[in-house]
């Protein structure tokens, strides 16, 4: 079905068409402005903006118009030819085929080259967004005569911003699982995008309220979108933290897994877990919704050396889950007396350190994932959650506080 933008679209030309007026220019378009530095090679030019203009939306494939400007010859061609570009992109969700093409044409004597346009094609994976960045490889643009092709102007970026591109209906990644689009902050060190394709399992069986269960992780980057191990970041006993998002039961919110780590170096992608168990319990009987949420990485839950969120969570493929009745549901026994019988609060003992809160607070994903609404925590044990009349008791006669994780800015 068609966006709203793109039946305007189709509104708007043809009424200029019944009309007999040129179609109005739609804003349908986005640009990704390069600065490039150049040396070298037939063109004197050392420094060029080249915008490279991509659609708003698109499946299957699109292309990367070029907008290349004028040039200047060091010296007036010989013959008449045209100018030969080569260009390369960084392209996550998606694959890019290297620009090779010819753009503006030059005339024997001319010393000069006019501004012209040319286009490569970006495949698209993904199922949700493909962004389109440039590439920091030494001479990712080379101009050139293709009269003479050897003689080679070669231009280099610095600029890593990108730009995103809409994946509609029908585009993209078939095989079931989902590509998360995380930003992922070091502790030092700059930001990195990263892709990774994540596929939840849940629970084969609908668990029982006050029953434990598993929800399954498992991750696979993204080609040219991994996350690469900043400077400072200890290569031993790291550890990655995987969330899933849960909504719709009421105290339910979160499951979360730690996986070990190992063979991670410096400058080099980390190596994710082959899987990870997200663990959790409901206390609540019916239906609620799974997502893939944030990951981080470190030494112990509470410090993520590496903290990575969705910046694409609302339009994440979503699992259903079912929790089912009795379980931990139980009817009261009557009791002979007329009075009530309190149930005494539990007094934690000094032998059991699960009794006593943390006294560290943990980090939560930015989409409301805390691991310590949603019952039993995951193996990392960082909440632990009291559970029945005790709770309830506890909480109204001695102020039982409940620790939830501070939600990242």
């Known amino acids: 079905m068609p966006s709203s933008r793109s039946a305007l679209g189709v509104l708007l030309v043809l009424t200029a068409a019944l009309a007999g007026l040129a179609p109005p220019a739609l804003a349908a378009d986005k640009t990704l402005t390069v600065s490039y530095t150049c040396s070298g090679g037939p063109f004197s030019n050392a420094s060029l903006s080249v915008p490279v203009v991509v659609p708003d939306s698109a499946t299957g494939t699109f292309d990367a118009e070029w907008a290349i400007p004028p040039l200047t010859l060091r010296t007036a061609a010989t013959a008449a030819t045209q100018v030969q570009v080569n260009g390369k992109l960084v392209v996550n969700g998606g694959t890019h085929a290297d620009l090779v093409a010819t753009g503006a044409s030059v005339a024997a004597g001319a010393t000069s080259a006019t501004a012209s346009t040319v286009t490569s094609q970006v495949t698209v994976t993904s199922t949700t967004e493909v962004t ?28 890593t911003q990108g730009v995103t591109v809409t994946v509609g209906p029908g585009g993209g990644d078939t095989t079931g699982g989902d590509i998360v689009l995380y930003t992922c902050k070091p502790t030092s060190g700059a930001e990195q995008e990263v892709d990774v394709k994540v596929t939840l399992t849940l629970p084969t069986t609908n668990p029982a309220p006050g029953q434990q269960f598993t929800i399954g992780w498992k991750g696979v980057y993204e080609s040219g979108a991994e996350l690469e191990a900043p400077n400072g970041l200890p290569t031993t006993g790291l550890k990655m933290y995987a969330y899933a998002s849960i909504s719709g039961l009421t105290g339910l919110t979160s499951a979360t897994g730690v996986g070990e780590l190992s063979g991670v170096t410096v400058g080099q992608p980390i190596p994710l877990p082959a899987s990870v168990d997200m663990k959790t319990t409901s206390q609540q009987a019916g239906t609620a919704t799974v997502k893939p949420a944030s990951i981080n990485f470190g030494l112990q839950p509470t410090s993520p050396l590496i903290e990575c969120e969705p910046d694409n969570s609302d339009l994440l493929k979503t699992y259903t889950l079912t ?87």
């Open 323 to 409: 929790i089912g009745a009795g379980g931990s549901t139980s009817t009261p026994t009557p009791t002979t007396t007329t009075t009530p019988t309190p149930t005494p609060t539990p007094t934690p003992t000094d032998d059991d350190p699960a009794d006593e809160p943390s006294a560290e607070e943990s980090r939560t994903p930015k989409d409301g994932v805390a691991t310590g609404a949603g019952g039993t925590a995951g193996p990392d044990g960082r909440l632990f959650v009291l559970t029945g009349s005790a709770l309830v008791l506890a909480a109204g006669v001695g102020g039982l506080l409940l620790r939830r994780r501070t939600a990242r800015p």
């Open 132 to 159: 389109v960045k440039p590439s920091t490889e030494t001479g990712s643009l080379k101009l050139s005569l293709a009269s003479a092709p050897n003689d080679v102007t070669s231009c280099t970026t610095s600029s």
